[in-house]
């Protein structure tokens, strides 16, 4: 927990959760991971959530409810975006919906906040957030959501228990989803962006977003196409049209419907970082210019291109445009048969920096209106 952060696109962490498992290839460097098995493995905040291995502290699937830590965001008067279980995830699968109420509870009473959460569990993410009782025969389809929402009473009355002045707060609330939570999912790679990107396109948000951060191999967003009908967005009203496609980036512009509103781009830190092709990096940029959607490039990671520093001041080596590294008399050689086989070189995070073709990106989302 952190009121100040030092990552580019928040202001502050929120860890009222911590825990995890890996699902993915993402995973295998987590931050958080390392520190809750090594730093903090005796803080009674990550004590007991990982296990030792040959390549480090492993997330075991445990997770746990920080309940000290669940009305900070309450304390803090000035408004500030704050990204909530930066060491864990809110849907992890071993996360009781209960627990999440909470969570959403405070989020509720801190509208002066904008609070961002980032999950690699979509399905969860989706079935939590866009779960509806049945309606009444005569309940309008712009309704229901608002009123139907399966965990509304549950998150209202965990809201009575942490705030019982406030408890009238989300009856009040004339816009839902929340307007001050962003949802947003975490894909490294086409695989995964095609895994989870859908199911965030069919989650109700005032913003949903996209960390591609660490990037493992190149991602085309305009290949994932969800074909749909407007009884599978509950929280848009407007839309009557009975069957359209969403375009990740382009949304769906018959009907007006945004898809995408930011995403997020980084290579890998740390020791064991794995780089990114600047070509992966370049085109999420122009993929993201060409629709108007919010860009911004968080870090180049322990590798970049070579000519961000004079020759001779870091280890050189090559990345494949399918994400092999070659070093060595690998990299010497090359691979022919690879037209967009680029030279990169181990400068560490800071000296790589965050330019992209001398550009810092600092991109930020509009609140759907």
Known sequence: MA??????????????????????PGCTSCYAMGLAGTRLQHHPSRAGLTAPSKAGPVWNGTVR??????????????????????????????????WIDRVFAVMALAPQHTFQVLTKRSARMRRYMAGCEMPPDDLPLHKLWVTQWSRRDQVAAAMRDIAGSCSPLLGKVKQLPLPNVWL?????DQKRADQRVPDLLETPAAVRFVSAEPLLGPIDFSRILLGTSAAEFVDMPHITKARFTVDALKGAASIGWRGLDWIIVGGESGQSARPMHPRWARSLRD???????????KQWGEYGPCELHPPGTAVCSVIGSSGRH????????????????????????????????????????????
């Open 3 to 24: 009121e100040h952060s030092t990552i580019e696109w928040t202001d502050a962490t929120w860890n009222p959760i911590t825990g995890c498992s890996v699902v993915s």
């Open 65 to 98: 409810f920080n309940e000290e830590w669940l009305t900070q965001p309450l304390q803090w008067k000035r408004p500030r975006m704050i990204f909530v279980c930066a060491h864990g995830d809110l849907f992890h699968e071993n996360v009781p919906d209960a």
């Open 184 to 188: 947003g999912v975490s894909t490294e």
């Open 287 to 297: 993929q993201c210019a060409e629709q108007n959607v919010a860009f911004l490039f």
């Open 326 to 369: 070659m070093t060595g008399r690998d990299a010497v050689c090359g691979d022919p048969e690879d037209a967009h086989a680029e030279i990169i070189a181990r400068f560490g995070k800071s000296r790589a920096g965050r330019l992209l073709d001398g550009v810092e990106h600092n991109g930020m989302p509009q609140v759907r209106g």
